[in-house]
């Protein structure tokens, strides 16, 4: 059963059309993937299926509650991790997560129980009572994302939920977020620029590049899509005998040459690469590498944006985030 | 009505209020500067023949309560844009709330505070010789400070949901709060300002306010004469109820988000 449809959903900032008409849908139970480069309108998305901005046109159901006309019904059904800092600094871990609950109408008993336990979970227990002044980016995050789940929410959505986390804590939000989406059902719509996040979590993912949705599945499609395995050949000399040679090949589904290497696209290329060095042996070209690549999601998003999502630069600039957020929240 | 948003803004307010020594101190500067400048020191240069015969600190006392109660009131449109710069106004605006349980739980907080900070200088001034007529009826004066800081903090709201940085807003509230002190019978009394400074000062929610706080503490002969104190009240309540309505409405225009 769908628990959220979006239709032709866009947003405009003036002249800027942040997201352009997307339409998907998610079923109950689904981990499902926002992934883009920065400013391809993730966020945009987020903010206004949750409630926070008004679609310029378009709109979407959640929860089975239409955005625009039962905005206060949405937001009883949902939780959301925002990319941007969002917790109160003048107050402790605790209090923070209290103010959360008593917002969302947590029953007491329950807020008593729950909140020791979202605090354990992200391990902030000894943490609990101090100022959030005081915490470490990574610690806020934590935070941030307890905070999120403290509810209950039957749906929820986590934007760039690991964005500043050390990959030992990163791993373990990933278990959580699958536990919980298998154990409670909860629906999940995340953001990420990680890839091995969306390949790890998500049964589907949604590639968007300047406001719009290029390609929908899931993350095995996808892959199988791009038609196979890249077997990269490192060449002595020139290429253009080798190209020859290989392009008699049937099993050999594309080639592309570079300055001195080639690219074969083949199915199953561990299978293939005796027979390639074999080939080349009897044809004598100079071979002096061979490296198999199996295709990411990266190649995939690549193939479809024609950029890389660069994670490198990505965290960079997370971290460049976060850092100018605590530095104007001391101010 | 959301009274559990309502409670939680407001705890969060008085959690950080007392938090916050140096701004309840920096509260206090300024309204303890005028009573010791201009109650203690300009007071006794001045001519007592227009105040009644009673001494200027008698008549200044209820004019700084005002003032204090204004800037107080003011300042809670700041922490709406600090919540909005740090994040945290996302946090309160997608819970399932309505915008007017948000609006009213942020009433509650910053009167409470305006209010905790005027007490703070009717204490104050009682050390340094302010002698109230104290009966039952003074308490009328709790009523108008009440009214007072309600008026400023939906101003301050109105503000918030306009502007969106914090040193803008600084500017902005000072450009309007500087002048609604002085066009008004906060420091001196309407009669012994320049007509046109006293004609404005009748559109000034500040000298109803000021003018019933001083009539609930001195006594009815205080203050405005050709006004009663019911006066002052009626059109009290008709400024508030107006400023809570523009409040509520700017916020709810406003959009969150960047
Ligand atoms: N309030 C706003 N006013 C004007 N432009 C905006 C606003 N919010 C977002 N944008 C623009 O909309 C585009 C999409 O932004 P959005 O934040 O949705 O991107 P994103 O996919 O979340 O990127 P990132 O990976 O960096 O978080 C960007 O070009 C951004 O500059
Ligand atoms: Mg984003």
């Given at each position: 059963?769908?628990t959220?449809?979006?239709?032709?959903l866009?947003?405009?900032?003036?002249?800027?059309?942040?997201?352009?008409?997307i339409?998907f849908?998610v079923?109950e139970?689904?981990?499902?993937?926002?992934l883009?480069p920065?400013?391809?309108?993730k966020t945009?998305t987020?903010k206004?299926?949750?409630?926070?901005?008004?679609?310029t046109?378009?709109?979407?159901s959640?929860?089975?509650?239409?955005?625009?006309k039962?905005?206060n019904?949405?937001r009883?059904?949902i939780?959301?991790i925002?990319q941007?800092?969002s917790?109160?600094?003048?107050?402790?871990?605790?209090?923070?997560?209290?103010?959360?609950?008593?917002?969302?109408?947590?029953?007491?008993?329950?807020?008593?129980?729950?909140?020791?336990e979202?605090?354990k979970l992200?391990e902030?227990?000894?943490?609990?009572?101090v100022l959030?002044?005081?915490y470490?980016?990574?610690m806020?995050?934590?935070?941030e994302?307890?905070?999120?789940?403290?509810?209950?929410?039957?749906?929820?959505f986590?934007?760039?939920?690991?964005?500043?986390?050390?990959?030992q804590?990163?791993?373990?939000?990933?278990?959580?977020?699958?536990?919980?989406?298998r154990?409670?059902?909860?629906?999940?719509i995340?953001?990420?620029?990680?890839?091995?996040e969306?390949?790890?979590?998500c049964g589907?993912?949604?590639?968007?590049d300047?406001?719009r949705?290029?390609?929908l599945?899931?993350?095995?499609?996808?892959k199988e899509?791009?038609?196979?395995?890249i077997?990269?050949?490192?060449?002595?000399?020139?290429?253009?005998?080798?190209?020859?040679?290989?392009?008699?090949?049937k099993?050999?589904?594309?080639?592309?040459?570079?300055?001195?290497?080639?690219?074969?696209?083949?199915?199953?290329?561990?299978?293939?690469?005796?027979?390639i060095?074999?080939l080349?042996e009897?044809?004598?070209l100079p071979?002096s590498?061979?490296s198999?690549?199996k295709?990411?999601?990266?190649?995939v998003?690549i193939?479809?944006?024609?950029?890389?999502?660069?994670?490198e630069?990505?965290?960079a600039?997370?971290?460049?985030r976060?850092?100018?957020?605590?530095?104007?929240g001391r101010? | 009505?959301?009274f559990?948003?309502i409670y939680?803004?407001?705890?969060?307010?008085?959690?950080?209020?007392t938090?916050a020594r140096?701004?309840?101190?920096?509260?206090?500067?300024?309204p303890?500067?005028?009573?010791?400048?201009?109650?203690?020191?300009?007071g006794?240069l001045?001519?007592t023949?227009?105040?009644?015969?009673?001494?200027?600190?008698?008549?200044?006392v209820?004019?700084?309560?005002?003032?204090s109660l204004m800037?107080?009131?003011?300042s809670?449109?700041?922490?709406v844009?600090w919540?909005?710069?740090?994040?945290?106004?996302?946090?309160?605006m997608?819970t399932?709330?309505?915008?007017v349980?948000?609006?009213?739980?942020?009433?509650?907080?910053?009167?409470?505070t305006?209010?905790?900070?005027?007490?703070?200088v009717?204490?104050?001034?009682?050390?340094i010789?302010?002698?109230?007529?104290?009966t039952?009826?003074?308490?009328v004066?709790?009523v108008?400070?009440?009214?007072?800081?309600?008026t400023?903090?939906?101003?301050g709201l109105?503000?918030a949901?306009i502007?969106?940085?914090?040193?803008?807003?600084g500017?902005?509230?000072?450009?309007f709060?500087m002048?609604?002190?002085?066009?008004?019978?906060?420091?001196?009394?309407l009669s012994?300002l320049?007509?046109i400074v006293?004609?404005?000062?009748?559109?000034n929610?500040?000298?109803?306010?000021?003018?019933?706080i001083?009539?609930?503490?001195?006594?009815?002969?205080?203050g405005?004469t050709?006004i009663?104190?019911?006066?002052?009240?009626a059109?009290?309540?008709?400024?508030?109820?107006?400023?809570i309505?523009?409040?509520a409405?700017a916020f709810?225009?406003?959009?969150v988000?960047?």
């Open positions: 059963m769908e959220i449809k979006v239709s032709n866009t947003k405009e900032f003036g002249a800027l059309t942040a997201v352009d008409g339409s849908k079923s139970g689904e981990i499902f993937g926002l883009g920065n400013g391809a309108g945009t987020i206004m299926l949750t409630t926070i901005l008004r679609p046109r378009g709109t979407a959640v929860a089975g509650y239409d955005i625009i039962s905005p019904d949405v009883s059904s939780g959301i925002f941007d800092p917790l109160d600094d003048e107050l402790t871990g605790r209090e923070n997560l209290e103010f959360h609950a008593i917002l969302y109408r947590v029953p007491k008993d329950r807020r008593a129980k729950r909140i020791p979202v605090l992200v902030l227990e000894d943490k609990a009572d959030v002044k005081n470490s980016g990574g806020r995050r934590r935070l994302i307890g905070r999120g789940l403290l509810h209950d929410p039957k749906i929820l986590l934007d760039e939920p690991t964005i500043g986390l050390d990959p804590t990163r791993r373990h939000m990933w278990e959580y977020i699958e536990r919980l989406n154990q409670h059902k909860t629906t999940i995340l953001t990420t620029h990680y890839i091995e969306a390949d790890y979590l589907r993912v949604a590639f968007i300047h406001g949705i290029v390609a599945d899931t993350p095995s499609a996808l899509k791009q038609g196979g395995d077997v990269s050949i490192q060449m002595g000399g020139t290429t253009a005998k080798a190209e020859k040679v290989f392009k008699r090949k099993w050999i589904k594309s080639i592309s040459k570079h300055d001195n290497s080639i690219d074969l696209t083949v199915e199953s290329g561990e299978k293939r690469i005796p027979e060095v074999m080349a009897r044809q004598k071979i590498a061979v198999l690549h295709p990411s999601l990266e190649d998003f193939h479809y944006t024609g950029k890389t999502i660069r994670e630069e990505g965290s600039t997370d971290r460049m976060i850092h100018r957020a605590a530095w104007t101010r | 009505m959301d559990n948003a939680v803004l407001w705890l969060r307010e008085m959690k950080r209020f938090r140096s701004r309840i101190i920096g509260m206090l500067i300024m303890v500067f005028f009573l010791v400048g201009l109650g203690l020191g300009l006794s001045i001519n023949f227009a105040l009644g015969g009673s001494s200027y600190l008698q008549f200044l209820p004019g700084i309560i005002g003032m800037s107080v009131a003011v809670s449109g700041f922490s844009i919540d909005k710069q740090f994040g945290f106004l996302k946090e309160i997608v399932p709330n309505s915008k349980s948000i609006v009213i739980g942020r009433m509650a907080g910053g009167s409470t305006a209010m905790l900070s005027a007490l703070i009717i204490l104050i001034s009682l050390l010789g302010f002698q109230p007529n104290f039952l009826f003074s308490l004066a709790l108008f400070m009440l009214l007072i800081a309600m400023f903090i939906s101003l109105i503000l949901s502007i969106s940085d914090l040193q803008g807003f500017l902005i509230t000072n450009f709060t002048p609604l002190l002085f066009l008004s019978n906060s420091l001196f009394p012994s320049p007509q006293s004609d404005i000062s009748y559109f929610p500040l000298t109803y306010g000021i003018d019933g001083r009539k609930a503490l001195l006594g009815p002969s205080a405005i050709q009663s104190i019911w006066m002052d009240l059109v009290m309540l008709v400024i508030v109820a107006a400023m309505g523009a409040a409405y709810s225009k406003s959009e988000g960047q």
